[in-house]
């Protein structure tokens, strides 16, 4: 006997209606924790919302006032660098891996931006995968130092002009010596940050390459 001729209402008839209906008007759910009391059913989810309209460099030229843009993206105008500017709602606990979510961009084409110092005390930045881990060995090896060690958080600012979340091997007060991983190579087109929490920006890894002068390295834990 089917559910509407049987006049019972069972949990899918709910559930999958639901979820549909939130998935479409706020984003992505994942069910966190199934709860059951005698024979009510909770669950808890959690939504991850949908990732406001990517804009294209010249419809920024179009519409944004000059003082929207950000440093990076002044940058590479100048240089008549092709790009695509993404923002989303910034949250301080974010991973790099839910920042990929909200881009619907597969984790491995987006990159953090990392600060070194060397035993000479020469700067260097590294460029990884979100979801990776830089190897200081593989590091130092790579810059031709004896060891490098991760800058102190306080020190990013005034050294490179970007904040924590929102450093890019781009527009540094100073350029220093860049690696970008060498998986970068596998694709068309890599994410860094914009050079502010909550903008990202999309180009090729050869235009990358030609503003920052970065050389390609096996950089990380994993060597993917």
């Known amino acids: 006997m089917s559910n509407e001729t049987s006049g019972i209402l069972y949990d899918k008839d709910i559930r999958e209606p639901l979820f549909g209906f939130l998935e479409e008007t706020y984003g992505k759910v994942r069910i ?3 709860k059951r009391t005698c024979s009510a059913r909770a669950d808890v989810v959690m939504i991850t919302p ?3 309209p990517c804009i294209s460099s010249e419809r920024i030229k179009l519409m944004a006032k000059k003082d929207d843009k950000t440093n990076v993206m ?3 105008d100048g240089k008549k660098i092709e790009y695509r500017a993404h923002s989303y709602e910034p949250d ?3 991973t790099g891996e839910e920042i990929a979510a909200l881009l619907h ?3 491995d084409k987006v990159f953090k931006t990392l600060v070194t110092q060397g035993k000479s005390g020469q700067y260097y930045v ?3 995968p979100v979801k990776e881990e830089l190897a ?3 590091a130092a090896k790579a810059a031709g130092e004896k060891a490098v060690s991760m800058i102190k958080q306080k020190e990013l600012l005034p050294l490179t002009g970007y904040v924590h979340g929102g450093c890019s091997p781009i527009g540094m007060k100073k350029q220093f010596p860049t690696y970008i991983h060498e998986s970068a190579q596998h694709y068309d087109k890599i994410f860094v940050s914009a ?3 909550g903008f990202q920006i999309e180009l090729s890894p050869q235009d990358l390459a030609s503003v920052t002068g970065c050389s390609y390295a096996d950089i990380t834990e994993d060597g993917i």
């Open 126 to 128: 590294f460029v990884v």
């Open 32 to 34: 966190l924790e199934e």
């Open 105 to 107: 961009e597969d984790a």
């Open 92 to 94: 301080a606990t974010m």
């Open 74 to 76: 002044r940058v590479l």
């Open 50 to 52: 949908h990732m406001k």
């Open 136 to 138: 200081l060995k593989k």
């Open 195 to 197: 050079g502010k929490v």
